[in-house]
């Protein structure tokens, strides 16, 4: 061993001399035993996975801290949220600062999670591959869940500032699940601790989106990069096996896998795995931690100066007795808005439902095919880890063809739906918003 | 090699991250109201010199008018609101009309229930909310009076005073909304609508008509930028261009009296009210005239004696105008002869040595030296003269003890 100084001592594992220390680092570091020891380049490409992945940890790990710090300001009581929420623009140190990158970080997450998802589609990370016991199905369905838990997070600390774009849009939201058939009233009672948007619905909101829906994702994350352990890396690791077979070692037969390999038999990695192979392989520690404290400062960069350049809005506080027009569901759910506008159809004396066509039946279909799309997924595992693989072109125009029309729906609802939830195209003015004076 | 380019990307992308956050970090330090508090301080060095230059505020001032549910900001930029001295100084440093402040301090008041205006906010723009989108109570200032040719450039305020003066038939300094008043009176406008529970129900009922929103009102006949105020002018000149269906006359008013009815009909909305800001409300339980002329009788008249020994508690003294609010003990207008009567002892010796519960009153609660016990005897039997003086004039029946 040689001699260190105390700095060296401390952050040796961070900046590991050669093989034998970047091993050894993954098993000596705490925080450094989460990562594998080593990654293949092909993961590591910015290109494959656009690491939307740890854009959306990132995005989850400043909301953590800007809630916390919220946390000591915000009153979550009907009487006092909004002038707390007031307080925290206009006189607390920095109030707006932290209250605008939690907002930032907050839509950022929403649409980073459903980019992951989009990629993770497009390329077939939810196929299994070569290896024995993968199941990256799996891991797509808790990826699923994790989107609606997100959504959930978003939908739930939209209510808390107490204004009329939150009121609202809680109303919204909440009307539309209550179309749901058998459980809708019920759900909407839970939801609310009553039949009004009050005082218990704030408090409830308030307790799911400090406690329990972040707990709840932070488990499911940590499921899901197991899962990504388990099944030998990222999706593309997969493809690996097409491109160097010949250079399966001789030993791999004979090696057994019982510590550091937490794979049950034989994936992608192991059959390929040399020893020094760099030509497919590099140290976790440093390359891959490298590459996330990069994407980290990205993104918290991104996030801070969206946050100086676009204040967070606060309308005037919340009055049940008085409907803004147009009051909106938040973006994410404004494509359901607008389906449900859409599937609202009068037909003589008879109007169809469109609450719970496009409220709940549609949204609800199209989620159940999302999470069980991979059990319909005929292609074959040389399609895993594969942009637009050929293989998969209808089922990815199909993907991709959905998706637009819900940016297309969401789009309408957002630019193109006015006052009285008229139609306007974008070149028509709206009317001006009347007020007192 | 790729680990060199991530290294020097975090550099850069670390650079760029502490440039935000010094440029977060230093606007902190320099807020608009820095700058007004420090022209504020440069005002008061030049005239009234350093010393009361240094008492001159600073930082972020709060006025938290708790029982209003009221936090205004506004003396943060509006430091010479107090001061003696600057009622002609430039504006924000303009000291406030005293005479208004006597009747309505600001730590009661603050200061957005009168002016209106967003009293959170820590700068201009925000805090007047003449412009804000989602602020709908703006500073009912000379701008806003400029915008609606109000003749007197502050009197939208008077929108604000009326929300407390509602029920004075005139108040002093409300030229406006006097008038306004003064013409429901005169041109009956109760005959069709509800004016605080009186009045017909042929036009709607307008007690708390300012509470409308702002969206329920119907604009397409108005030109130019919707507004409640808008609305309310229009309609008062000529109720028939803004509802086609209307009954109401058009009573030809004038500008003048259109803008006292719109100012007038915009504060009646509903305002939770502490009784204590209630003009006129008695919060106090104030003794008539009668009884202050008897308290005053009692202190200073021929039976002071007994107030100050607060003989009175238990003893009335009636031939002494002395009035026992409690009578526990007998007349003592009658001691003379009635100490006799019940103790067989005069009333000398009962004072030297009383009985029962007097034993206990005059050595513990009300001690009394010689020459007091020799006052308490000459004063009762003064009293006792006056009553049998009284009896010759009026014979009645001995009280009952």
Not at chain 1, 52 to 65: D, K, Q, S, Y
Not at chain 1, 259 to 284: K, N, W, Y
């Amino acid at each position: 061993m040689q001699i260190r100084t105390a700095w060296e001592k401390v952050t040796w594992s961070w900046n590991p001399r050669g093989e034998r220390e970047a091993g050894d680092s993954i098993v000596r570091n705490l925080l450094l035993h989460w990562f594998p020891a080593k990654v293949s380049l092909p993961s590591l490409s910015f290109r494959y996975s656009l690491w939307l992945g740890t854009v959306a940890a990132t995005l989850f790990f400043l909301l953590t801290v800007t809630g916390v710090a919220l946390m000591f300001l915000y009153v979550p009581s009907v009487e006092r949220a909004y002038l707390s929420v007031k307080d925290i623009e206009f006189v607390t140190s920095y109030g707006w600062f932290i209250r605008g990158v939690h907002r930032i970080a907050a839509h950022l997450m929403v649409a980073v999670v459903v980019l992951h998802m989009v990629r993770a589609f497009l390329t077939g990370a939810f196929k299994n591959g070569f290896g024995n016991v993968q199941n990256r199905p799996l891991n797509w369905i808790i990826g699923v869940v994790m989107l609606l838990i997100t959504l959930f997070l978003s939908f739930t600390g939209y209510l808390l500032p107490w204004d009329q774009l939150a009121y609202w849009a809680v109303t919204v939201g909440t009307n539309i699940a209550r179309a749901a058939p058998v459980v809708g009233e019920g759900v909407r009672y839970v939801l609310l601790g009553g039949h009004q948007i009050e005082q218990s619905a704030l408090l409830r909101f308030y307790v799911l989106h400090c406690f329990f829906l972040p707990v709840l994702l932070l488990g499911l994350f940590a499921w899901h990069m197991w899962r990504i352990r388990k099944d030998g890396g990222l999706a593309c690791m997969d493809q690996m096996i097409l491109t160097s077979p010949e250079e399966a070692p001789a030993s791999a037969g004979q090696k057994t896998y019982a510590l550091l390999g937490i794979t049950a038999g034989r994936t992608a990695s192991v059959e390929m795995s040399a020893p020094g192979d760099e030509q497919h392989e590099v140290a976790g520690s440093p390359n891959l931690t490298r590459r996330i404290l990069l994407v980290a400062l990205v993104t918290v960069v991104v996030c801070a100066v969206l946050a100086v350049l676009v204040a967070a809005p606060l309308e005037q506080a919340a009055d049940p007795m008085v409907t803004p027009n147009p009051a909106k569901a938040p973006w994410y759910f404004l494509w359901l808005q607008e389906l449900v506008t859409d599937t609202t159809v009068k037909l003589g004396d008879f109007t169809i439902n469109g609450a719970l066509i496009g409220g709940v039946l549609v949204p609800g279909l199209l989620m159940l095919l999302l999470a069980a799309w991979p059990y319909f997924d005929r292609s074959s595992p040389l399609a895993t880890g594969l942009w637009f693989a050929r293989e998969r072109r209808t089922q990815n125009l199909l993907f991709l063809g959905i998706f637009v029309l819900v940016l297309a729906l969401t789009a309408v609802g957002t630019f193109m739906r006015g006052p009285s939830w008229n139609f306007y195209w974008p070149w028509e003015a709206w009317p001006d918003i009347p007020r007192n004076f | 090699m790729a680990a060199n380019r991530d290294t020097l990307w975090i550099y850069v992308v670390g650079a760029l991250l502490l440039l935000v956050t010094v440029a977060v970090y230093t606007q902190y330090f320099q807020p608009e109201w820095k700058d007004y508090q420090a022209g504020f301080h440069d005002l008061i060095e030049e005239k009234l010199g350093t010393q009361k230059a240094a008492q001159a505020p600073a930082g972020l001032q709060q006025v938290w008018a708790r029982q209003l549910d009221r936090v205004d900001r506004c003396t943060t930029c509006h430091t010479g609101t107090d001061w003696a001295g600057l009622d002609s100084a430039p504006e924000p440093y303009r000291a406030h009309p005293r005479e208004i402040l006597a009747h309505h301090p600001i730590a009661e008041y603050g200061c957005t229930s009168c002016h209106g205006g967003q009293g959170y906010a820590t700068d201009m723009v925000r805090a007047h909310a003449t412009t804000l989108e989602h602020w709908d109570e703006p500073l009912l200032g000379k701008e806003l009076g400029q915008a609606y040719l109000i003749g007197n450039r502050e009197a939208l305020m008077e929108i604000n005073c009326n929300l407390c003066h509602r029920f004075d038939r005139t108040t002093a300094g409300m030229d406006y909304i006097n008038r306004g008043k003064e013409l429901v009176a005169a041109k009956g406008c109760r005959a069709c609508h509800t004016i605080n529970g009186r009045g017909g129900v042929i036009g709607p009922d307008l007690t708390y008509v300012g509470d409308k929103s702002p969206e329920q009102y119907d604009y397409s006949r108005m030109s130019g930028v919707p507004s409640v105020f808008g609305w309310h002018l229009a309609h008062f000149k000529d109720p028939k261009s803004m509802s086609q269906t209307t009954v109401m006359p058009n009573f030809g008013f004038d500008s003048r009296d259109a803008q006292s009815l719109a100012m007038l009909v915009m504060s009646w909305r509903h305002a939770n009210l502490p009784v204590r800001y209630l003009p006129g409300a008695q919060l106090a339980d104030r003794p008539t005239p009668e009884e202050l002329a008897k308290e005053h009788e009692m202190m200073t008249g021929p039976g002071a004696f007994f107030v100050q020994k607060t003989c009175f508690i238990c003893h009335s003294v009636s031939t002494l105008g002395i009035e026992s609010a409690a009578n526990i003990g007998p007349d003592l207008a009658d001691a003379v002869a009635d100490v006799p009567r019940r103790f067989g002892i005069p009333l000398e010796s009962f004072l030297a040595n009383p009985t029962g519960t007097m034993s206990v009153v005059l050595s513990t609660q009300i001690r009394l030296t010689p020459e007091e016990k020799q006052t308490v005897i000459e004063k009762l039997k003064i009293a006792y003269q006056k009553k049998q003086e009284q009896q010759t004039k009026s014979p009645q029946a001995v009280p009952k003890t």
